[in-house]
């Protein structure tokens, strides 16, 4: 009975914070695995969702350096708007430079 009562307590809106909490885990655990077999997506995905900014550089870095042109984009973006001559390793020329070079290659 006493699980009855707790469980009339627990607002809807806690549940669904609960669920997507457990989605989110999943979502990085599967994304993490697929990144640890080179899944440039994956690397992408959890650049982009990280909160750690240096733990967001290096999964933005190891996609742009395997080609992925998005993440090349937003590095170089992101070297850009904070003024910075570099980040990740190559300068914001760079890093603009080759997501432009991939794009032309692939027609746009």
Known sequence: ????????????????????????????HWLRMAAAEGHLQAMYLLGMDCDEPDERRRWLRMAAEEGHVVAMYVL????????????????????????????AELGY
């Not at 009855?4 to 990085?28: E, F, I, T, Y």
């Not at 003024?83 to 070079?101: C, H, I, K, N, P």
Request: glycine share 8%.
């Open 1 to 28: 009975m006493a699980s009855r009562g707790c469980a009339r307590r627990v607002r809807p809106g806690h549940v669904r914070l609960w669920a997507d909490l457990q989605q989110s885990r999943q979502k990085r």
């Open 76 to 103: 170089g973006l992101a070297a850009a708007i904070r003024r910075r001559t570099t980040l990740a390793g190559r300068s914001r020329q760079e890093w603009l430079a080759a997501a432009m070079l991939e794009l």
